[in-house]
């Protein structure tokens, strides 16, 4: 179970995104996250016929480090570190480390 998960609501805690919130889109490699709205880059495109592709400026969401995102806490508004517990019934959940809620999916 990873700490931070596809629909997360995360905030980013380092570089030039600092302070923004964003959901968690997909996952790409163990250590590597696509957040909406955070770390948008101008890409130079050129056309291709044969594919059907138009050339031009894009926008597009770049990945960013799983090191650089917290999990935001919507109880203290502020970004919080997760831990693990395990329910009575067996279930293993996700939990904020400051207060000790239980982490929901939206």
Request: proline share 4%; charged share 30%; with cysteine.
């Amino acid at each position: 179970m990873n700490k931070v998960c596809r629909g997360d609501e995360v905030i980013v805690i380092k570089g030039k995104d600092r302070n923004k919130r964003g959901i968690v889109r997909s996952w790409l490699d163990a250590g590597r996250v696509i957040v909406g709205g955070i770390n948008v880059v101008k890409k130079h495109v050129k056309p291709n016929p044969m594919k059907g592709e138009q050339g031009g400026i894009l926008t597009k969401e770049m990945p960013i480090s799983i090191s650089n995102v917290s999990l935001f806490n919507p109880s203290t508004q502020k970004a919080d570190r997760v831990g693990f517990k395990t329910l009575d019934d067996g279930r293993k959940v996700r939990v904020f480390k400051s207060n000790g809620e239980i982490i929901v999916k939206a």
